[in-house]
Nanobody, 123 residues
Framework: QVQLVESGGGLVQAGGSLRLSCVASGLTFSSLTMGWFRQAPGKEREFVVAQNSNGGRTVHGGLVKGRFTISRDNAKNTVYLQMNSLKPEDTAVYYC????????????????WGQGTQVTVSS
């Protein structure tokens, strides 16, 4: 059974930082592209960042480049999203996604999804 479980969300003040984690099970993690998406209330789910299986290629969404960093630890089946200089507009549910293909910036490219973790940035 495939599972992606996110953690690390919460409430933070503008300018602060959070690190999200996503642990995968039931998959060969080291062969997967891992991505992060987010969805704010009333909006479509949007791409944040994705990284290929060996960490050698990263694709960023335009809104967060320079502030958010993806990394992965294949030994722990875990992908991370380090979020710095957070803004109120970063408030959203953040989702981890996985797929065996190369990094893409749209939801349809990802086969597996987590349940999401809420990030709230106060002004």
């Amino acid at each position: 059974q495939v599972q992606l479980v996110e953690s690390g969300g919460g409430l933070v003040q503008a300018g602060g930082s959070l690190r999200l984690s996503c642990v995968a099970s039931g998959l060969t993690f080291s062969s997967l592209t891992m991505g992060w998406f987010r969805q704010a209330p009333g909006k479509e789910r949007e791409f944040v960042v994705a990284q290929n299986s060996n960490g050698g290629r990263t694709v960023h969404g335009g809104l967060v480049k320079g502030r958010f960093t993806i990394s992965r630890d294949n030994a722990k089946n875990t992908v991370y999203l380090q979020m710095n200089s957070l803004k109120p507009e970063d408030t959203a549910v953040y989702y981890c996604a996985a797929d065996p293909t190369s990094p893409r910036d749209y939801t349809g490219a990802y086969r597996y999804w987590g349940q999401g973790t809420q990030v709230t940035v106060s002004s």
